[in-house]
């Protein structure tokens, strides 16, 4: 049994924090990453739920290797999401409290799975043309990418 599925076996539908890691991983062009969810068919950044016993840098690379195929090298912390506006109500119930760790990683290697169970597609986007359909959260994150500011994000 997962942690997930061990936690919400004891609370329920309760509301939790869980920590979600995930990478801004740009190609030799500067193009940004992106998946595209094959629950509900949005636009997003490779990711997800840190399991017990990883570290936080191991979850973002696992996240990225099982959704998109590629091998993340080094990561540079790029920001840390947190707060209200981060709480979630799942389409089954259960509610969430994120704390989003994300990383940039410009070297990687492997071959990109364009899509499997997880992903409808996996593709590199201009950060300039990017899909409409990105979920709101992902959103905030690539606008903190396209301004610039100074790292690391901490909201």
Not at 62 to 83: A, D, K, M, N, P
Not at 84 to 96: I, L, R, S, W
Not at 113 to 129: A, I, M, R
Request: glycine share 8%; charged share 25%; proline share 3%.
């Amino acid at each position: 049994m997962d942690y997930i599925t061990h936690l919400r076996s004891m609370v329920g539908n309760e509301k939790v924090i869980m920590v979600v890691a995930g990478a801004l991983v740009l190609d030799e062009q500067g193009k940004l990453l992106l998946q595209q969810r094959s629950d509900n068919a949005q636009w997003g950044l490779p990711g997800g739920f840190m399991e017990l016993g990883e570290n936080i840098s191991d979850t973002a690379r696992r996240e990225v290797q099982e959704e998109t195929g590629l091998h993340l090298e080094q990561l540079e912390l790029f920001g840390i999401y947190s707060g209200p506006e981060h709480d979630k109500t799942f389409a089954n119930g259960d509610q969430v409290s994120l704390v989003q760790v994300l990383f940039t990683c410009k070297r990687y290697s492997g071959q990109l799975v364009t899509s499997n169970s997880e992903s409808l597609k996996n593709d590199f986007f201009d950060l300039h043309s990017l899909p409409e359909n990105i979920f709101t959260e992902h959103r905030v994150i690539i606008n903190d990418l396209l301004t610039k500011k100074s790292l690391p994000i901490v909201k």
